[in-house]
Protein backbone atom coordinates (compact mmCIF):
# COMPACT_ATOMS: atom_id res chain seq x y z
CA UNK A 1 0.00 0.00 0.00
CA UNK A 2 1.39 3.61 -0.76
CA UNK A 3 1.38 5.81 1.90
CA UNK A 4 1.75 9.86 1.24
CA UNK A 5 3.87 10.30 5.12
CA UNK A 6 6.65 12.57 6.46
CA UNK A 7 10.15 11.35 5.67
CA UNK A 8 12.55 13.34 7.89
CA UNK A 9 16.15 15.12 7.20
CA UNK A 10 18.16 17.83 8.47
CA UNK A 11 20.55 18.15 11.12
CA UNK A 12 20.47 17.22 14.63
CA UNK A 13 17.74 19.84 16.89
CA UNK A 14 16.86 21.03 13.15
CA UNK A 15 14.80 18.90 11.44
CA UNK A 16 13.52 19.07 7.81
CA UNK A 17 10.69 16.94 6.57
CA UNK A 18 10.22 15.92 2.74
CA UNK A 19 6.36 14.73 2.21
CA UNK A 20 6.81 11.41 0.19
CA UNK A 21 4.53 9.26 -1.33
CA UNK A 22 6.40 5.81 -0.34
CA UNK A 23 5.44 1.88 0.43
CA UNK A 24 4.26 1.59 4.01
CA UNK A 25 6.39 -1.38 4.52
CA UNK A 26 9.65 0.76 4.19
CA UNK A 27 11.34 2.63 7.23
CA UNK A 28 10.65 6.46 7.72
CA UNK A 29 13.34 7.60 6.10
CA UNK A 30 14.52 5.27 3.16
CA UNK A 31 13.68 5.33 -0.46
CA UNK A 32 10.41 6.83 -1.62
CA UNK A 33 8.39 6.77 -4.79
CA UNK A 34 8.28 10.54 -5.45
CA UNK A 35 8.36 13.63 -3.26
CA UNK A 36 5.89 15.85 -2.85
CA UNK A 37 6.67 18.13 -0.70
CA UNK A 38 8.53 19.46 2.37
CA UNK A 39 7.97 20.76 5.78
CA UNK A 40 10.25 23.15 7.25
CA UNK A 41 8.80 23.49 11.21
CA UNK A 42 12.09 25.74 12.39
CA UNK A 43 11.44 28.23 9.09
CA UNK A 44 12.19 31.77 10.33
CA UNK A 45 11.89 34.97 8.71
CA UNK A 46 11.53 34.64 4.93
CA UNK A 47 12.46 30.61 4.59
CA UNK A 48 9.32 28.58 3.28
CA UNK A 49 7.37 26.50 6.52
CA UNK A 50 5.49 24.35 4.15
CA UNK A 51 5.39 23.22 0.30
CA UNK A 52 2.91 20.86 -1.38
CA UNK A 53 2.19 20.28 -5.28
CA UNK A 54 -1.41 19.72 -4.98
CA UNK A 55 -1.65 17.96 -8.80
CA UNK A 56 0.67 14.88 -7.19
CA UNK A 57 -1.03 14.70 -4.28
CA UNK A 58 -4.13 14.38 -5.81
CA UNK A 59 -2.78 11.99 -8.14
CA UNK A 60 -1.25 9.54 -5.32
CA UNK A 61 -4.82 10.08 -3.62
CA UNK A 62 -6.60 8.89 -6.78
CA UNK A 63 -3.80 6.10 -6.84
CA UNK A 64 -5.57 5.39 -3.63
CA UNK A 65 -2.59 6.57 -1.35
CA UNK A 66 -3.23 7.22 2.21
CA UNK A 67 -2.05 9.98 4.29
CA UNK A 68 -0.75 10.05 7.77
CA UNK A 69 -2.34 11.95 10.81
CA UNK A 70 -0.06 14.87 10.98
CA UNK A 71 0.27 15.34 6.81
CA UNK A 72 -3.52 15.56 6.83
CA UNK A 73 -3.10 18.36 9.47
CA UNK A 74 -0.91 19.99 7.00
CA UNK A 75 -2.77 19.96 3.95
CA UNK A 76 -5.90 21.80 6.27
CA UNK A 77 -3.13 24.35 7.01
CA UNK A 78 -1.51 24.66 3.43
CA UNK A 79 -4.91 25.14 2.08
CA UNK A 80 -5.71 27.48 4.80
CA UNK A 81 -3.03 29.28 6.26
CA UNK A 82 -5.26 31.09 8.90
CA UNK A 83 -5.31 27.52 10.49
CA UNK A 84 -1.59 28.38 11.61
CA UNK A 85 -2.07 31.92 11.95
CA UNK A 86 -4.99 30.54 14.98
CA UNK A 87 -2.72 28.47 16.23
CA UNK A 88 0.07 30.58 16.87
CA UNK A 89 -2.08 33.24 18.61
CA UNK A 90 -3.13 30.75 20.57
CA UNK A 91 0.05 29.43 21.71
CA UNK A 92 0.92 33.46 22.43
CA UNK A 93 -1.67 33.70 24.56
CA UNK A 94 -1.19 30.46 26.18
CA UNK A 95 2.60 31.85 26.87
CA UNK A 96 0.95 34.95 27.98
CA UNK A 97 -0.88 33.05 30.87
CA UNK A 98 2.50 31.52 32.05
CA UNK A 99 4.64 34.41 31.99
CA UNK A 100 2.12 36.44 34.17
CA UNK A 101 1.63 33.83 36.72
CA UNK A 102 5.07 32.95 37.10
CA UNK A 103 5.13 36.72 37.46
CA UNK A 104 3.37 36.75 40.61
CA UNK A 105 4.67 33.86 42.10
CA UNK A 106 7.79 35.80 42.18
CA UNK A 107 6.59 39.05 43.37
CA UNK A 108 4.33 36.96 46.14
CA UNK A 109 7.80 35.20 46.87
CA UNK A 110 9.62 38.57 47.00
CA UNK A 111 6.76 39.48 49.53
CA UNK A 112 7.43 37.02 51.38
CA UNK A 113 11.30 37.25 51.70
CA UNK A 114 10.86 41.44 52.56
CA UNK A 115 8.27 40.42 55.34
CA UNK A 116 10.62 37.54 57.04
CA UNK A 117 13.54 40.21 56.70
CA UNK A 118 11.28 43.01 58.91
CA UNK A 119 10.39 40.42 61.41
CA UNK A 120 13.90 39.62 62.10
CA UNK A 121 14.85 43.62 62.08
CA UNK A 122 12.08 44.03 64.74
CA UNK A 123 13.36 41.04 66.82
CA UNK A 124 16.84 41.90 66.34
CA UNK A 125 15.64 45.84 68.01
CA UNK A 126 14.14 44.33 70.61
Known sequence: MV??????????????????????????????????????????????????????????????AQLSDRVQQLIKEFKDPSIREKRVVAQDARAAVVVAKLAAEAKAAAEAES????????????
Open 3 to 64: KIRLARGGAKKKPFYSIVATDSRKRRDSGYIERIGYFNPVARGQEVRLTIEEERLEYWTSKG
Open 115 to 126: ATEVSSEEAAAE
